[in-house]
Structure formats: structure tokens, C-alpha cells
């Protein structure tokens, strides 16, 4: 039945359609090939993945500006382990997940041990490892790696569906179950809704604070693994404002500024809306500076959604 | 409900550490003659005690507050889940017990106390802050959204689950606390109610 209870649950749902739609007509249906389609599973899946820890983040009405940086570093420091140390794959890339981790860490310890503001210290850092990143490559690209390092990217279960997709889809599901089944899901919506109640009643917030910027970093690492293998190349300049385009996918699949509020499957609608969106205009011709006129648009519109449903009765 | 509170037993309601509660029951129960001293022993230890690390106080009805609101919210995607939570809540809060007159009044000063001590969380610069934390909310905005909180975590979860009748005296407490607490916030409590209602 189409009442207005069903449309505004699944209105994200509905504008995801509503672009599908219009992109099919405007591209004369060249947004609906099934090649198109697999190149937007591609293209979203990096930010997808950092789409998980930023919803945490979130999630506890914080907010973590360091992703892109991290992005960039892990890009930066697992191409230059492979190809000027000859470290192998897996070893590269458990170290580049362990350094985005410990950066979620550092973020943590400045946000909930020091008590400097998350925008502030996550800024901070953010400025700090793309420096540190610039360092390491001298600016300069770094490629040359293991063929077999295109399973993050560049590869295609059964010549179709490419690994990275299958690779976000599964850090969904985790992402997922962490916030559904877990304890610390809980606990991430209590901290969001009443942070000093939740610490009244026994959580211990710093330690779930703790976690939640290492899952952040986690996630951003891993994206930069799927981005460096995408690319087979590493570049200094990669993760350059990815963070908002992660943020703006967070918001837009309803994720509550004010914190405590949000679903995973809404943030998979949020990233498949900017997928479609950036593809879209790709494929429409249009400039990349309008494309960043229309992306700060966006996330202007569903902050403000967001803000002034906030003034309205909750049903 | 109508439950008239002994003065000699108000401090400890009105208190809202639970260390001193903790001496002021020892207190209290050394002093009253009063019938129900070892129900509200056990419901001091059923809201503050731990089971895996009993040296350890938390408030475990207050979590109630702050995680109900949160399944109020996820209600609809979440609809077994919440259900056997909230029946796991009854249980947790003595509601599926046959309560005399006189527990059920101490079991309704205990929720109130409760919920006083959320709302008493309600008036930091942390709550309700917006934009990733950046802004603060103003005294206005916090009372109203205290007032939706306590609204979700009682008649909200309640009517949503439809279980009004087993929350009834948790979801009276709630509205009689927030009515003592601010009237704006009452009001707003009302109101969405009503909307729900619609």
C-alpha cells in the first residue's frame, strides 16, 4: 500500500529510483547497461567502505575530517612498502590496516582523552598525515606493483562482479551486524542520544570511543587498499576531499547530525545516490567543478532536511 | 496512581547517587517500621548491581532510558528484536510480577527516581548538541527534546509494541516525572501523544 508512512520510510529509496530514472532518460540508456552498472558498483565502493566508520562517527554526533588523509596515506605508504622495500601484498596491506587503525586511535585519544573537539582534532590530523604523506612520496606517483594486487580493484568474480563490490557489500553486512546484534552497536546509539547517561548508567564512553575512531580508520584504510588497487598507482593527492563526499553519503542516507539516529541500509542508499549522481554527470558531460557545486548542494539540502525534520513531532 | 510518599522515606527518592542511596537505605530501613524494606532492597540491587561485575556500580534503569529511546526510533526495522527487548525490559523492571498495592507504589517512586536521574543528564552542554557536535543547544531545545526522550523510552515504546497495559505504572512514572521537571517538556511529552495517536 502507498500511504505516506510508506513514502517517507523509504523516500531515500524512492529518490535513488527517481535518479535512476532520469539518468536512463537523459543518457538515452546508457546508465542502465549492465557495463555502467558494474562500473558504479566500482566507483562506489571505496567510499561505501569508508562510509561504515563514518556512520559510527556520526552515529555518536561526532565527526571524523581525517578520512581522506588516511585514504591518501595507506595509498601512499602500501605502494611504497611494495615497490621500493618489495614487502609482500599481504604483508603491505596489514601494515598500511594496522597504521590506519592506530590514526583512528590517535584521533581518539585527542577527542575523548584530551577533550578536543572531534571537527578540531580529526582537522588536525588530517592536515598532519597529508603531509606526512607528501614526505614519503616526495610528491611524486609510485606504481609498478604485484599484478596480483588487482584482486582489491581491479578484479571481477566470474568475469562479472567486481571483488571490490563484493568486498563493500560484505563490510556493510559487518558494519550491519555491529550495530544491530552487538553490544556496542547499542551502545553507539546511547552515546549519540545521551552521552552522559550512557555514562551514568556504566559504559564506559571513552573506550566505546576508543573503538569506534579505530573502526573509522579501519574503514578509511581499507578504502585507500581498494582505491590504490583500483588505480595501480599511488598519489599523493588522492583522498582530497573524499571525506565530505563520505559525509554527505552518511547524511543523505539519514544518519542524524544530532547523533543517535541511523541505519546502515539507509547509508547504502545514501552511497548508491552520490555513486549514481557523480556517474550520472560523468556520463551527461558534465564539468567537474559543477560536479562539486551539485555535491555541496546535496549535502546542504540533507543536513537542512535533517535539521528541520529535528523541529517537527517524531511519528 | 495515587502514591503518597513517606517523608521519612523522600530524601531517598529524591536522591540520585547511588552511594549515598546506598547509606540512606541503611539508614531508612534500620529506622522505618515500614512493610516493603526487603523489596526495595531488591530492586537496588536489581538496578545497580551488575551481575558479571558486582564491585562495579551502574545504573542499569537508567540504560533503559537511554537505550529505549534509541529501539523507539529503530522500532520498525528491528521489530522482533524490539519486541523481545522490551519483554526482557518487564521482566528487568519487576512488571510481570504480582505486585501488592505497596510494592507497586515503592516500584513507581524507584521508576521516577529513575527517570529523574536521565533527566538530570538532560541539562549538560553534551546533550542535544547538533551539526557533528558543533552546536549546543539552548535550554529550550534540550527541555523539549528531554520531554521526547522520556516520551519514546515510556508511552512511545509502549504504544509502538503495544504493550500499554505491562508498561503502565513505568510510563506513569515517566509522564509524572516529566511533569515535575518542566512544563514545557510536558507538554511537548503530550502533544506527541496525541500525534501519535493521529
Known amino acids: 500500500m502507498l500511504n505516506s508512512n510508506f513514502l517517507k520510510q523509504n523516500a531515500i529509496w524512492l529518490v535513488f529510483i527517481a535518479e535512476i530514472i532520469i539518468f536512463a532518460i537523459a543518457s538515452d540508456g546508457t546508465f542502465v547497461t549492465g557495463r555502467n552498472i558494474i562500473n558504479i558498483s566500482r566507483q562506489v565502493s571505496y567510499y561505501g567502505i569508508a562510509s561504515i566508520g563514518m556512520t559510527f562517527v556520526i552515529l555518536i554526533a561526532d565527526i571524523d575530517l581525517s578520512i581522506g588523509s588516511i585514504i591518501t596515506l595507506v595509498n601512499v605508504v602500501c605502494a611504497f612498502l611494495m615497490v621500493s622495500y618489495g614487502v609482500n601484498m599481504w604483508v603491505a596491506v596489514f601494515i598500511s590496516l594496522a597504521m590506519a587503525t592506530g590514526i583512528g586511535l590517535i584521533n581518539a585519544v585527542m577527542v575523548a582523552a584530551v577533550g578536543i573537539p572531534a571537527l578540531i582534532a580529526t582537522f588536525a590530523s588530517q592536515t598532519v598525515f597529508e603531509g606526512v604523506a607528501y614526505l614519503i612520496s616526495g610528491g611524486r606517483p609510485i606504481a609498478g606493483f604485484d599484478s596480483n594486487f588487482g584482486i582489491f580493484g581491479r578484479w571481477a568474480a566470474f568475469d562479472l562482479i567486481p571483488i571490490c563490490a563484493i568486498l563493500m557489500v560484505l563490510c556493510f553486512a559487518a558494519g550491519s551486524f555491529i550495530l544491530n546484534k552487538t553490544y556496542f552497536g547499542r551502545y553507539f546509539y546511547a552515546i549519540g542520544g545521551n552521552e552522559e547517561a550512557a555514562e551514568l548508567s556504566g559504559i564506559r564512553v571513552n573506550r566505546v570511543k576508543y573503538l569506534i575512531y579505530a573502526l573509522s580508520g579501519f574503514f578509511a584504510g581499507l578504502a585507500g587498499i581498494v582505491l590504490l588497487s583500483r588505480a595501480n598507482s599511488a598519489q599523493s593527492t588522492v583522498g582530497k576531499g573524499l571525506e565530505f563526499d563520505v559525509i554527505t553519503c552518511v547524511v543523505l542516507g539519514g544518519v542524524s547530525v544530532y547523533g543517535g539516529v541511523g541505519t546502515m541500509s539507509g547509508v547504502v542508499a545514501g552511497v548508491l545516490i552520490i555513486g549514481s549522481l557523480t556517474n550520472g554527470m560523468i556520463l551527461m558531460d558534465v564539468s567537474e567543478y559543477t560536479q562539486m557545486v551539485v555535491k555541496g548542494l546535496v549535502l546542504a539540502v540533507a543536513v537542512g532536511i535533517d535539521c528541520m525534520s529535528k523541529k517537527r513531532q517524531p511519528k | ?198
Open chain 2, 1 to 198: 496512581m495515587d502514591c503518597p510518599l513517606d517523608k521519612e522515606w523522600r530524601p531517598y527518592y529524591e536522591e540520585l547517587d547511588p552511594h549515598k542511596r546506598f547509606a540512606l537505605l541503611e539508614r531508612l530501613e534500620g529506622e522505618s517500621a515500614q512493610d516493603g524494606q526487603s523489596f526495595r532492597r531488591e530492586l537496588f540491587k536489581a538496578r545497580y548491581e551488575r551481575r558479571s561485575k558486582p564491585e562495579r556500580i551502574a545504573d542499569l534503569w537508567l540504560w533503559k532510558c537511554v537505550y529505549l529511546p534509541g529501539l523507539f526510533r529503530r522500532r520498525k526495522l528491528l521489530k522482533k528484536a524490539a519486541k523481545s527487548e522490551l519483554l526482557g525490559t518487564l521482566e528487568e523492571l519487576r512488571l510481570r510480577r504480582e505486585l501488592s498495592f505497596e510494592e507497586r507504589c515503592i516500584l513507581y517512586w524507584e521508576f521516577r527516581n529513575t527517570v529523574r536521574r536521565y533527566l538530570s543528564t538532560c541539562q549538560g552542554p553534551r546533550y542535544g548538541r547538533s551539526l557533528f557536535g558543533l552546536k549546543k543547544a539552548t535550554p529550550e531545545e534540550q527541555k523539549l527534546r528531554a520531554g521526547e526522550d522520556v516520551w519514546k523510552m515510556s508511552r512511545g515504546i509502549a504504544r509502538s509494541a503495544q504493550l500499554e497495559e505491562a508498561l503502565s505504572l513505568w510510563c506513569e512514572a515517566c509522564r509524572d516525572e516529566v511533569g515535575a521537571y518542566d512544563e514545557a517538556a510536558a507538554q511537548h511529552f503530550d502533544e506527541l501523544d496525541r500525534d501519535f495517536e493521529r
